[in-house]
């Protein structure tokens, strides 16, 4: 079936810096999607990547998707309290259909 | 966010008992799904419906009973669950059901004792 990893699993930062989390695929990717979901929540979607070394910024988030469409990173800029959640990717699967979601990672900003 | 709403929030139940989980969705899509999500794994794609019709069921236990009586809502029917289904069920739906952005509701906390 799809693989999808994603690292690191945690990550704790002090307010002010910099959070890059990453997603690799086993297989190359049609489009890949990200999601956040902050604690006590429900997953919100925040972007979805579709050409070969697309770049996408929303404020202080730069998402990025591989050249060879096989995984995509989250950067944020400047951590504040309010990105705690855990970040997550999702692919397509092997048949095209349902998307798979990755198993997150998880941010802590420490104020 | 009102676009997807799940009922109850939490529930609490025995392993003899049944219930239902409910999820209602606003945005006029064509495909629903439920997710199952536990502390030590990823989001679990359950079940998916498009236009009404179940197309996915990910080898779920049959004491999970997915139904959609028309394309605004979804229920799950619980009946003798065991400890380990304990987990956050999440409801999202989509335009159509080939991987467009999933809106998620609010999820039922589901404990069995």
């Known amino acids: 079936g799809q693989q999808v990893m994603q690292i690191p699993q945690y990550q704790h930062v002090q307010e002010g810096e910099d959070f890059t989390t990453y997603c690799n695929s086993s297989?190359?990717?049609?489009?890949i999607q990200w999601y956040k979901q902050r604690p006590g929540g429900h997953p919100v979607f925040l972007i979805q990547?579709?050409?070969?070394?697309e770049v996408k910024k929303q404020k202080r988030l730069t998402f990025q998707f591989g050249e060879a469409k096989k995984n995509s990173s989250l950067h944020i800029t400047a951590t504040q309290t309010t990105d705690v959640g855990t970040y997550f990717c999702?692919?397509?699967?092997?048949?095209?259909?349902?998307?798979?979601f990755g198993p997150g990672t998880r941010l802590s900003v420490l104020p | 966010e009102t676009g997807v709403t799940q009922t109850p929030r939490h529930l609490v139940m025995g392993m003899t008992n049944k219930k239902s989980l409910k999820c209602e969705q606003h945005?006029?899509?064509?495909?629903m799904y439920w997710y199952k999500q536990s502390a030590k794994k990823p989001l679990e794609l359950m079940f998916v419906?498009?236009?009404?019709?179940?197309?996915e069921n990910n080898s779920v236990p049959s004491r999970f009973s997915p139904e959609c009586p028309n394309s605004s809502h979804l229920f799950l029917h619980l009946h003798t669950l065991q400890p380990e289904d304990s987990a956050l069920y999440l409801c999202?739906?989509?335009?159509?059901?080939?991987?467009?952005?999933?809106?998620f509701g609010p999820g039922t906390r589901l404990l069995v004792l």
């Open positions: 999202a739906s989509s335009q159509g059901r080939f991987g467009e952005t999933q809106y």
């Open positions: 297989t190359t990717l049609s489009n």
């Open positions: 990547l579709v050409k070969s070394g």
């Open positions: 999702a692919v397509r699967d092997n048949y095209g259909q349902n998307f798979v």
């Open positions: 945005l006029g899509h064509n495909a």
């Open positions: 419906y498009s236009l009404e019709e179940r197309v």
